[in-house]
């Protein structure tokens, strides 16, 4: 819903009317045009085979569609860890190759990471952005605690330390975060804060406040 709130004042803050018409029917209930029919997004490269993923009443696939805007939200979720972390005294690189040794025994290696970060006490993380979607009549936390699971249960994770190791970042299609997600936002913004209160000279109060409001 943040959408909602937001001042349209610059083009990242603004949405064209097909996309307004559709996330206001989300958000009042309505149908969706299109439902029972298969999605016939293409790849965004325009080439290869298209989705033919089945359309909700809801509009939930076309929310989360993997060959439409669910990847376009993947990329800036990566892009903006990458970019906080950096402004918060962290090495972040995207697309990082990961040391197949690094990987938990019988789980499937996470050759490539989305994030991978380093803080200066020698911390690694290595993150796997997740976009998501509400299944329909479900409750919202079930399907991101579904889909941390499975992420944990892919790569043969226990709990995942969200300042070690691999850790899955599952963010619902408008912004809710999964518990691990949760905590990795809190890593880095307690990293910002401190990090604006030795270089800016604010009270920690305040760097808290400003370091959460730019996450």
């Not at 004042?9 to 559709?22: D, K, L, S, Y």
């Not at 789980?107 to 997740?130: C, F, K, Q, S, Y």
């Not at 599952?170 to 910002?192: M, S, T």
Request: proline share 6%.
């Amino acid at each position: 819903g943040a959408w909602l709130r937001a001042t349209p004042g610059n083009a990242a803050h603004t949405i064209n009317n097909e996309a307004f018409r559709f996330n206001l029917g989300q958000r009042l209930g309505l149908d969706t045009p299109g439902a029972g029919q298969r999605c016939r997004r293409p790849l965004r490269t325009g080439q290869g085979p298209i989705c033919q993923g089945q359309l909700d009443v809801l509009g939930l696939h076309a929310a989360a569609c993997a060959r439409g805007t669910y990847r376009d939200r993947h990329d800036e979720l990566r892009d903006h860890l990458a970019q906080y972390a950096r402004s918060s005294g962290v090495t972040a690189t995207i697309e990082q190759a990961r040391p197949a040794d690094d990987a938990p025994r019988h789980a499937r290696p996470m050759h490539t990471a989305d994030v991978h970060l380093m803080d200066t006490e020698g911390n690694t993380t290595w993150i796997d952005v997740m976009v998501t979607a509400a299944q329909p009549a479900r409750p919202l936390t079930d399907s991101l605690r579904e889909a941390e699971q499975h992420k944990c249960r892919e790569y043969g994770l226990g709990v995942p330390n969200p300042h070690q190791g691999l850790v899955p970042f599952v963010l619902e299609q408008y912004g809710r975060p999964a518990a691990c997600a949760q905590a990795v936002a809190d890593y880095l913004i307690a990293k910002k804060a401190r990090h604006m209160e030795s270089t800016m000279g604010l009270t920690m109060v305040e760097a808290k406040r400003q370091a959460a409001q730019a996450f």
